[in-house]
């Protein structure tokens, strides 16, 4: 006890490192470089314990450069489509077929469709043409014949699922799996979309089951990750791997499974199962947080691989393969061709066949052999860093530095140990990086406060370079070094969130090197307009952008400029995606939330690392308002605070909304245009929706849907109004509230 009383200042910058593991553990605060750590420990473990072995159970029939060669380029017309799946079937003999393409648009190559028209028009009096049409229509109808290869057969289509904010979608979706009232009433965090794209009616209904081939890009641009199931309007739908096993596996029913509520509290949400049931059997797929499972991908990927065969389509369809060569076997249909933009990066490549992830599934899911990351891996990353931090701070000062080393190196030994067994005997992905970081940090902390704590002269160069002065403030200060002063204080000023929507579309099409130089390009010429109008860059966290107006100099027009500012970016970024559109590049979004009030601002952190920002309500209310703009389709979100020092601008007003952390609520704006540019047509469109809001906030539906009629007449495109729409349809149905105050609550922006 004595020797730990002498140390104590040690144990203490010891248990510095501990406890950020914790709070990064806990996700209170995240630390990039820890998550970055994690994926490389994972990657490097995938790819060292990979089987690399063939597994002949499934074989992918490609549409490579051969092919296209071959048979003309991609899509091919459906008659084409018909040979293969009839070779597949009757000459090979195949178990099962998926198709990890979408087929959302008729074939109208073989001429039916025009030659239909001229039998109806121009060549009407002409009975021979007509009859001769008839009789060849059969051969004509490609999609018939497509799908009548596809019926009565076991077949798995495939579609995908999107992000559209206006919720677009063609074609015919699959019936769902899972129905929301199979939930008991939970709220998981499966993966969500707005629309889709899926195959046209007449191939759906030859082929009534059907999966999505939807994968999770992590922020690196890395698929380690696919959903089995995902959300659709309230519904749950399944993968394409999902549904060709169930099919294997005799059409089993799809159930959530979720962990003992006896260990666990009463509001715990998740779902750490898919159950597969059929009679009183039940199989267990483990899934994570999003009912997602991470990809075992069994090696490096492609035709020369070693993990799957590859057959040239081309092949089929010509019928170079011996009958029968692929009897029982489980095949899917896609691509490995560069132009057909279906690769992927992953852990194991940067060209992976995205077919082939799908396949890795499936193989799994044969095996019964799935990773995954479980849901306890926050309470197994806590005791870990709990155990080995006290062990260390407790430990190492009491020991010389020859055995602080071997203490140290025995922590990591087991540490790296208990990982991997979890994870070759289990399947367990649990998180490694933050407790060995720890491990590393606590030994440097000690050793370098043992030997080095009385080096005065160590200690203040590396508070000097410990502590970030941003560039406008150093500019400030050269101009008058004496009137300025970096202590917090409080002080009204406007702050903005700006958050780059497309950023996981592009991180699937671009390469690193070039999505760092877009990301850079885009806010490149963001931070010019924030500091054209004297705004100053708080910070960049990703692809968001927070800078914020009246400090460190006060600006009396402080929300006029934030709104200026705002509404040029939002024109930047239009000419950026006309840019984008000219080099074949993805387009981007912004969205922008600004708030003013009181703040406190000043030169803020710890001694390690120190910065000038703003904290405070206010600044979390401008967070939280960024985040809305993709709820209500517009680009900008304003606070009532903002707007009333912000006159010279056109509003509209979006809603009153409550958000989490906050009782009263607030009304939000968008800025249309500076005042005096709008016409009169907009200004009576306005004048209309304000009508209607009175309308809705007095909960008279059937006034709101007339009002609603003529904003759809007056704009028909606007995704305010659909928004709006929906909302009094729904409304409608419940009891007149006359406590209601015409918020909308949102609990987790």
């Known amino acids: 006890m004595k020797s730990i009383v002498k140390h104590w200042r040690r144990i203490a910058v010891t248990l510095i490192p501990v406890l950020l593991a914790l709070l990064h553990a806990v996700g209170v ?29 499934v074989v992918i029939i490609d549409i490579d450069e051969k092919s296209l060669a071959d048979l003309g380029r991609w899509p091919w017309s459906r008659n084409k489509l018909a040979d293969l799946v009839n070779t597949l079937f009757q000459d090979q003999e195949i178990a099962i077929l998926g198709f990890d393409v979408v087929f959302a648009e008729a074939d109208e190559s073989s001429g039916l469709a025009r030659l239909s028209q001229l039998a109806r028009n121009e060549l009407k009096d002409y009975p021979a043409f007509s009859d001769r049409l008839k009789q060849l229509q059969p051969d004509l109808d490609f999609d018939a014949a497509f799908a009548a290869a596809l019926a009565n057969r076991p077949v798995v289509m495939g579609y995908y699922l999107s992000s559209d904010k206006e919720g677009r979608s063609n074609g015919v979706l699959p019936a769902p799996v899972l129905r929301p009232d199979a939930l008991q009433g939970r709220q998981i965090r499966a993966t969500s979309w707005t629309g889709y794209g899926a195959n046209i009616e007449q191939l759906a209904k030859a082929a009534p089951m059907a999966g999505f081939f939807n994968s999770i890009t992590d922020s690196d641009g890395v698929v380690r990750s696919l959903p089995l199931l995902a959300e659709y309007r309230g519904e749950y739908y399944e993968s394409i791997a999902l549904s060709m096993f169930r099919v294997i596996a005799g059409m089993p029913s799809v159930a959530p499974g979720f962990s003992n509520e006896r260990f666990l509290a009463k509001n715990y949400q998740g779902m750490d199962r898919v159950l597969l049931k059929q009679g009183d059997k039940a199989l267990a797929i483990p899934v994570d947080e999003r009912v997602a499972t991470l990809v075992p991908y069994r090696g490096r990927g492609g035709v020369n691989g070693g993990s799957f065969r590859y057959v040239s389509a081309t092949d089929v369809v010509k019928k170079k393969l011996p009958p029968g060569s692929l009897k029982g076997k489980v095949v899917l249909l896609g691509t490995t061709a560069p132009g057909l933009l279906d690769l992927r990066v992953t852990p194991v490549g940067e060209t992976y066949p995205g077919v082939e992830t799908h396949a ?36 190492l000062p009491l020991l010389s530095a020859p055995r602080a080393v071997l203490l140290s190196v025995a922590a990591l ?27 590393v940090a606590s030994f440097g902390l000690n050793m370098s406060y043992g030997y080095f704590v009385e080096s005065r002269s160590k200690r203040e ?4 370079f410990g502590t970030y002065v941003p560039p406008e403030l150093v500019d400030e200060m050269l101009k008058d070094p004496d009137s300025y002063n970096m202590q917090a204080t409080n ?24 999505l760092q130089a877009l990301l850079t390009g885009v806010f490149s010429r963001l931070t010019t307009l924030i500091r054209a109008n004297r705004g100053t860059i708080d910070k960049y966290m990703g692809d968001c952008v927070m800078a914020f107006w009246g400090a460190p100099v006060e600006t009396g027009d402080h929300a006029h400029l934030a709104v200026k500012s705002a509404m040029e970016m939002a024109n ?26 009181t703040m406190c ?20 209310l401008g967070s939280r308002l960024e985040g809305l703009s993709k709820v209500y389709g517009v680009d900008i979100v304003v606070s009532e605070s903002t707007k009333k020092l912000a006159p010279d601008f056109a509003w509209q007003e979006l809603d009153k909304v409550r958000v989490k952390g906050k009782e009263q609520a607030v009304s939000i704006h968008w800025p249309m245009a500076p005042a005096g540019r709008v016409n009169a047509e907009v200004t009576e469109e306005v004048k209309t929706w304000a009508a209607f809001l009175r309308a809705y906030r007095a909960q008279n539906w059937d006034q709101a849907d007339v009002f609603l009629i003529n904003l759809m007449r007056m704009n028909a495109k606007k ?31």
């Open 29 to 57: 605060v995240r630390i990039g470089v820890l998550q970055r750590l994690d994926d490389i420990i994972y990657d490097a473990r995938l790819q060292a314990t990979m089987p690399k072995t063939l597994d002949d159970r």
């Open 360 to 395: 890795n599934i499936i193989s799994a899911l044969l095996d019964g052999n799935m990773l995954v990351r479980p849901d306890y891996a926050i309470g197994y990353e806590v005791v870990m860093v709990l155990l080995s931090g006290l062990l260390l701070a407790f430990g």
């Open 413 to 439: 030994a087991v540490l790296l140990s208990m990982n991997l067994w979890l994870y070759l005997g289990y399947g367990l992905v649990l998180p490694l990086a933050s407790v060995l970081a720890m491990v």
């Open 461 to 464: 160069l590396a508070n000097l």
């Open 491 to 514: 002080r009204e000023l406007t702050v903005m969130f700006c958050d780059m929507r497309g950023f996981t579309k592009m991180s699937e099409r671009m390469e690193p090197t070039q």
């Open 572 to 597: 930047a970024v239009r000419e950026i995606n006309a840019e984008h559109r000219a080099k074949g590049l993805p387009e981007i979004g912004i969205g922008i939330g600004l708030n003013t009030g």
């Open 601 to 620: 601002v000043g030169d803020m952190g710890s001694n390690i690392r120190r910065s000038y920002t703003v904290i405070g309500d206010a600044v979390n």
């Open 719 to 749: 995704y305010l109004y659909q928004l709006y729409s929906e909302r009094v349809a729904s409304m409608r149905l419940l009891p007149f509230d006359p406590e209601w105050d015409g918020a909308t609550n949102f609990e987790t922006k």
